[in-house]
């Protein structure tokens, strides 16, 4: 089945660093992935679409120049989180559309803490 | 009407019984129904998903029920277990490729032993 890998899980910086989330699609290519944010207790926030070779489409309310993303080839995807702030902490998650596949696919996310 | 709006909140269940969640869309392009499970910690999983061609789907324990004309469809927990106990999401979207998800709200099941 499609599998998409995210890393690093869990990672803590430092208030002002910046810090990057890779998103591989082991298996397929994925010519558009999402990025999303989660707060503890709630649904899933959208934050952009990333499509491969072109510059990502961010939703409204999100910071571009703070949430970087870059989708180089069809089987990485990566968000930096740049002079990241204790705001900043929550639970990062990515997906991959396989075409012709059932929906989208999620990485495992990454639990983001800055301190 | 982009919404997904999604119902309970919460549900606690017994071991066995059936756990039934709820969701409601607006927009009638959205042409594909997914359920997710999502556990502590983890990246939502794909449970089961439906098409508005059939009213009914079914695999093993879970069911979707979908009504097309309500633009209502809600996931059936049959014999539920205390391994069920994760937070559910319904999702909606057009097929066309690359299109966004629509989440619903959640809803965080507890099975009780």
């Known amino acids: 089945g499609a599998v998409v890998s995210q890393h690093p899980s869990r990672v803590i910086c430092k208030s002002g660093t910046s810090v990057k989330i890779e998103c591989r699609s082991l298996?397929?290519?994925?010519?558009?992935m999402f990025w999303y944010r989660q707060f503890p207790k709630q649904s899933l926030m959208l934050m952009a679409t990333?499509?491969?070779?072109?510059?990502?489409?961010?939703e409204q309310g999100v910071e571009k120049d703070k949430f970087l993303i870059n989708h180089a080839s069809l089987t990485l995807s990566t968000l930096t989180v740049t002079s990241a702030h204790p705001e900043d902490s929550s639970f990062y998650i990515c997906s991959a559309d396989r075409q012709g596949g059932d929906g989208y696919t999620f990485g495992s996310g990454t639990r983001l803490t800055v301190v | 009407q982009q919404q997904v709006k999604q119902s309970p909140q919460s549900l606690i269940v017994q071991k066995g019984g059936i756990s039934i969640i709820n969701c409601a869309y607006e927009n009638t392009a959205f042409d594909y129904f997914p359920w997710y499970q999502q556990f502590p910690g983890k990246g939502p999983a794909l449970l089961i998903a439906?098409?508005?061609?059939?009213s009914e789907k079914k695999e093993g324990r879970f069911t979707i029920s979908f009504n097309k004309s309500a633009k209502q469809f809600s996931l059936h927990i049959m014999d539920s277990q205390p391994g069920d106990s994760a937070t559910y999401f319904c999702a909606a979207r057009t097929e066309t490729s690359g299109s966004r998800l629509t989440f619903g709200e959640g809803t965080q099941l507890t099975v009780n032993p």
């Open positions: 298996d397929f290519q994925a010519t558009t």
């Open positions: 439906i098409r508005p061609d059939v």
């Open positions: 990333s499509n491969e070779g072109s510059k990502a489409t961010y």
